[in-house]
């Protein structure tokens, strides 16, 4: 599988959070997966990035042109594609990966998760999107969620399309199992 890792270009200063990140790059690896991301070489993504290559795994980097100079490419990836723009980026993203996982991050992070949860709702794609909630990071997200479905924005089954995941092990059992579901959505 290859499975496409999102979270924050800066390291966040809770430590849990980098630690995270590489855990989840070191479970890509030794599961024999290939981790997709961003293709940074610093903040959460790059220790993702490192700890999968560190151990034998294989990383690929994709990142917008305009990007390569603000946030400094990896030099060190499997396979590394440059995009014209962030649109292309994250089609090509979206494209070529089987499942989704989301760490804690900056407003590009939120803006990675919305839009590959909104995908989802609208079926262009079927992958599950596993969010680690390290302490409580994405609890706002949880309530706005809940706010969603309670005013009815959401069909309540939609809910469903993320997995809040402690641990890789979670995060593997979730999305072996993870069935993809849509509630009806109504207009009006
Ligand atoms: P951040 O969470 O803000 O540190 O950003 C994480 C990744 O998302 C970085 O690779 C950013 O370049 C990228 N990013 C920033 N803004 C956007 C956006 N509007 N759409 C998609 N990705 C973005």
Known sequence: MNICVYCGSNSGKNPKFKQMARQVGRAIAKKGDVLVYGGSMGGMMGAAADACLEAGGEVVGVMPSLLTDKEIAHNGLTK?????DMEERKNKMMRISDAFVILPGGFGTLEELYDT??????????????????????????????????ETFAPDLDRGLILWVDSTEEMYQEIESFVYQVGKKYVG
């Open 80 to 84: 590394f594609y440059e995009t014209k």
């Open 117 to 150: 949860l909104s995908a989802s709702q609208l079926g262009i794609h079927k992958s599950p999107i596993a969010i680690f909630n390290i302490d409580g990071f994405f609890d706002p997200i949880l309530d706005m969620m809940d706010r969603v479905v309670s």
